[in-house]
């Protein structure tokens, strides 16, 4: 099976900090993703890559940026943490062939004070 | 990406098929319908997904209907495990639109005992 390892299930950071969240996959695939997910508003795409070194930007991006130096890992960060980026944090991969199945990871819960 | 639309909420008896609807009248022709469920604190999980004929898994089956307008989602013998909320989604193959998977509410599935 696909595994989707996110390197934290709980984070708590103070405002202003600099945040790294760290995913793996370990598939083989090419495409990532990060969502966040918040009570009533459902999964909102932050940004994805398609490719090593490449990115694009989701829905809402603001805040945050990506990095994929490996085709396995996927970061997201967070330049300047701010409490409205206290989120349910989810990473996921699919392959480029055909409708994309996502896999998901198990998600990182920030909590930003 | 069409939209969807499903029921809030759903009580399935143990052991029994659980039926989970989803209205997609807006359905293109090159849309494929995808179901994932998402159990509490995890990750969406993948199920299964449709473009015109009835597709069946290990986890459930795919009933499309003929005009490609609504569809149900069949778990056969409902565990307690199987309580989750269940999203229906319909979106095009990856280069016809957006990368994103747009999770709305979904429906809550409550298996009992």
């Known amino acids: 099976d696909v595994k989707v390892t996110q390197s934290s299930r709980y984070l708590v950071k103070r405002t202003g900090e600099k945040v790294f969240l760290e995913c793996v996959q370990d598939?083989?695939?090419?495409?990532m993703f990060w969502y966040r997910q918040d009570p009533g508003l459902g999964l909102r795409l932050i940004y994805f890559?398609?490719?090593?070194?490449?990115?694009e930007k989701g829905d809402i991006p603001e805040g945050y940026s990506v990095s994929r130096e490996k085709k396995e890992r996927f970061s997201l960060i967070l330049e300047s943490a701010s409490t409205n980026q206290t989120s349910m944090y989810l990473c996921?991969?699919?392959?480029?062939?055909?409708?994309?199945?996502?896999?998901f990871g198990s998600g990182t819960q920030l909590s930003v004070l | 990406d069409a939209k969807t639309t499903q029921p809030t909420s759903m009580d399935c008896a143990e052991g029994r098929a659980a039926n989970l609807p989803c209205n997609h009248s807006?359905?293109?022709?090159?849309?494929?319908v995808y179901w994932y469920r998402q159990i509490h604190s995890q990750g969406p999980q993948y199920i299964i997904h449709?473009?015109?004929n009835n597709e069946t898994n290990e986890m459930a089956s795919l009933i499309i209907t003929e005009d490609r307008k609504s569809s149900t989602l069949i778990l056969p013998h409902a565990t307690l495990r199987d309580t989750a909320v269940y999203y229906c989604?319909?979106?095009?193959?990856?280069?016809?639109?957006?990368?994103?998977?747009?999770f709305g509410k979904g429906t809550k599935l409550s298996v009992i005992p």
């Open positions: 989604i319909v979106r095009g193959a990856p280069g016809a639109g957006s990368y994103q998977l747009t």
């Open positions: 598939m083989d695939h090419e495409n």
């Open positions: 890559s398609y490719d090593v070194k490449m990115k």
């Open positions: 449709g473009l015109k």
């Open positions: 996921a991969s699919s392959l480029w062939t055909g409708p994309e199945k996502l896999f």
């Open positions: 807006t359905i293109s022709g090159n849309e494929y």
